[in-house]
């Protein structure tokens, strides 16, 4: 069998590919527009058949993660560029603005909650082509 070079993981995870093997889409849609359907898995990686819909998907935990730490982050371009003073009603817009630019972003979240929830669960060729998870 010849030796296959490793699909580096970083580049493989943002670009949604198959955690088992780096080169299939782990959605049906590449792009997260139209929102309909954006969150739509297929059922079995075209690469090597690894079944990606599971029946417990965990993303919605590390979604809340993700946008928790997307709330503060905001805090990092705002606080430049805006400032913010306890003395006047700045720490309000901050909030208003943050919860919008996290509202916005949510669509990339959830789709990259369930791709950390694949990655952190399947390795690298953990899977056997034949799909079965047992
Ligand atoms: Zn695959």
């Known amino acids: 069998m010849a030796k296959q070079s490793v699909p ?11 955690p088992n093997c780096r080169k299939g889409s782990i959605f049906v849609n590449k792009h ?25 998907n965990n993303g919605f935990g590390i979604n809340y ?3 928790v730490m997307m709330f ?23 909030v208003a603005s943050s919860s919008l630019v ?7 979240f959830l789709r990259l909650s369930r791709v950390l929830f694949l990655y952190f669960t399947v ?3 953990s899977k056997t082509a034949t799909g079965n998870n047992h």
């Open 8 to 18: 580096p993981l970083v580049p493989a995870l943002l670009a949604m590919k198959c």
């Open 32 to 56: 997260v527009l139209p929102l309909k359907g954006s969150l739509d898995m297929v059922e079995h990686c075209s690469e090597c058949g690894m079944k990606m819909v599971r029946e417990t």
């Open 65 to 67: 993660a993700l946008t």
């Open 72 to 94: 503060f982050f905001n805090l990092v371009w705002y606080i430049p560029i805006f400032g913010m003073s306890y003395e006047d009603n700045s720490i309000y817009y901050f």
């Open 102 to 108: 996290t509202l916005l972003l949510q669509p990339w």
């Open 123 to 125: 390795g690298y060729r």
